[in-house]
């Protein structure tokens, strides 16, 4: 799990508009979304049932 430190932009009602973050946090979401999409990727081509092409 990330430990994320997040800050809210909030209006003048105090409703949270927005959200900043550290670069360093921004940058390790990124990478943890990357990282799930690649798992979504190969799921759905094991699970799809064709031939695999390997890459060499």
Do not use: C, W
Not at 25 to 54: H, N, V
């Amino acid at each position: 799990m990330l430990n994320i430190r997040e800050q809210y932009l909030v209006d003048e009602n105090d409703n949270r508009i927005g959200v900043l973050l550290s670069i360093e946090d921004y940058q390790r979401i990124i990478e943890e979304l990357e990282e799930l999409e690649s798992i979504r990727a190969y799921d759905e081509a094991k699970t799809s049932g064709e031939q695999a092409i390997l890459f060499q």
